[in-house]
């Protein structure tokens, strides 16, 4: 992670001696008018019609006694993403994997969101995502773009793997199930507002034209838009006056680690002589780890903005999980959480292909045999929350390897039967 940062402070440094790129925008309302505008008013009111407005009427089903409802909130994490691809996966090989009433994502989780909230039978497009290759140039010298743009690096890769799996398929099947009333959400943040931005992206595949697919792959790399490493997405949305104005919409994790229980219920209690909780079960994948790191800072620049930034990361997910905990035990909601162990070396910005297909095929292990889940709800709420089933210090892999399996092996599709990947430690032979 230390090496990845020193490179990109490295690079950013370059940058700014270098050029400043920016951002074209308008200063104010489109007139659609004129022909050169880049989208129309269906457009616009597409995009605003998907917001979420009142988040906590579509949770208050979690509160609700005709059935019990599944929510999955899957968080950022670059390309630790794989871990949730992978603990999927794995569930699904368990048999034990649940229909998710609820699938929410931000950043890395909101690319998986729709492969979750679709089921077992898209685990195939899952495990593409994210072992396949696809990612190894996101952030490379070829993507490095800092004179053009207002970041590091182009976000054309980004768009290029969202738009290789965003296909017309894809949205019928989103569709389909958004009638059956499931919901499928993802959260940008709008920075001309500072406000959390969660879009229903049922409600975009709906619609099922041209438009509605370009929206739709836009709020995903929007969401995925790490700012400073690429750059910010242009959304339209509508002023009162029904005047189209173009935002700025970046990664959902400046604000929000995930999305779980609505900001206004956080310190919500039920009334006393409610009969209606009790009823929900919330699962948490965070792509990232939670524990604390000691160790040396050296005395750089970038190894104190990474020591920096890492520990107010993870404490600020501390707090999350914190508070959604207290919600969930307050309520009687059954609320299971999982993290990448703390002693596996995984970083957000190690977009390689033996690096993330590693981490993949670790939280599959960990999903199939179960050992990946901690329960929030019935622990001790003085504990950290700090997974306690860490990998076997001599399981873990620096960088992370996983032996090749033979062409004919089960695994190759998913099917039967998996054999536990073989990681091992080049330190330790």
Known sequence: ??????????????????????LDRPDGPLRLSDPSAPISPAQAQASVDARVTDFLSDFGDLMNDRHATNLLALSGGGANGAYGGGLLYGWSESGNRPVFDVVTGVSTGALAAPFAFLGSEWDEKLREAYTSGQSDNLISARSFAAAFNPSLFSNR???????????????????????????????????DTQESVIWDMGVIATRGDDDARELFKNVLVASASIPGVFPPVLLPGLTDQGEVVMEMHVDGGVNLPYLAVPEGLMLWTAPENATNIGRGAMYVIVNGQTGRNS?????????ILGRTYDSMSKASLRTHLAVTAGFARRNGLELSFTAIPDNVQASALAFDQESMTALFELARQRGRDGSAWRRLDTDDPSKDFVPSDVVREEAIPEPLKVEEQPANDDNATGQGPAETPTVKNDNHG
Do not use: F, I, K, Q
């Open 295 to 303: 160790g040396t800072t050296p005395g750089r620049l970038t190894g």
């Open 157 to 191: 890769r980004l768009h290029d793997l969202v738009e290789s799996y965003v296909s017309p398929e894809l949205l019928a099947a989103v569709a389909r199930e958004h009638a059956n009333g499931r919901r499928l959400l993802v959260v940008t943040t709008n920075l």
């Open 1 to 22: 992670m230390r090496a990845h940062l020193r490179s990109l402070a490295a690079m950013a440094l370059a940058a700014t001696l270098a050029a400043c790129g920016t």
